[in-house]
């Protein structure tokens, strides 16, 4: 998911999609590890637009007072990378926890991708500027569209204002919904088994997640990634003694508060880690609470 994944996405959104399907079913050894080598590159090149864009765009709203009070947010930039736009979308969403929409212009043409809220009918609010749009399509919690460039600034207000006019104030709130609170010595070899059989998750069958209370750092966890931007934990329960470890993606800005000896609240999922074909537990980080 995490290695494989990615990698494969990146070909489409960098080069082409035909250069991962090619690999999929190449039968020669040799040509599979070049294309593997090539879509590695791709993925590398796409990670390093991504985290610019990104940057490029939290600077944007940082700088900018306006964005403080909005309900939604609108960024055009010409030069920003089509194949990553989606991916920043989703990452100023859960950043500002708003109606995102980013643009880039491509073929002289503005065009962009929008992602939502937990609950907030996306797809309507794009569809209230149709007669803005050259073309739109997508479902409620995420839309693609296209525009003349010279309209950004009218589509911006227009979104502005049916978002402001139709959101709830409790869908500005991140929420997370947990499925039960457990310890860390509940988490075994058989509560994996029991979650087996409940994939494959997605969309509409999201993986359970658990709330575990008081935990602290065992005192080796570290930032780890090749820009140190994710949070490798190993983790004791306060009332039990019982150590796990774990992972949480792009939560560096956690560590320091992790590394505190301060107990904290951890809301995860549980995974099975398989290397060097022996098989582990681990937890993957959702989200952390420093409540006490």
Known sequence: VFKIGPRINAAGRIESGR???????????????????NINDHNEIRKDLDRQTTLEALEILDKDPSQKDRKSTVLFKPDWHKGVIGIVASRLTDSYYRPTV????????????????????????????????????????????????????????????????????????????????????DINAKVLRILKPFAPF????????????????????????????????????ECSGSIIRGIGFSMKEHAAMVKSGEPFDIVYSIEENVFNGKSSIQILLKDLRFPY
């Open 19 to 37: 250069e991962a399907v090619e690999l999929l079913i190449s039968g020669e050894e040799s040509l599979a590890k070049s294309m593997s080598n």
């Open 202 to 237: 997605g969309p509409g069958n999201h993986k359970p997640l658990f709330v575990t209370r008081r935990v602290m750092d065992y005192g080796t966890s570290k930032l780890v990634g090749r820009d140190q931007d994710h949070l490798k934990v190993e983790l004791i329960e």
């Open 102 to 185: 980013i643009l880039t212009e491509s073929q002289g043409l503005a065009t962009g991708s929008a992602r939502s809220v937990d609950g907030f009918d996306l797809y309507s609010a794009v569809e209230s500027c149709s007669d803005l749009l050259l073309s739109f399509g997508g479902h409620i919690y995420a839309a693609g569209l296209t525009l003349e460039v010279d309209k950004v600034p009218l589509f911006a207000r227009r979104f502005e204002e049916w978002v402001s006019n139709h959101i709830l104030p409790e869908q500005l709130i991140p929420r997370i919904e947990i499925d039960a609170e457990i310890k860390l010595k």
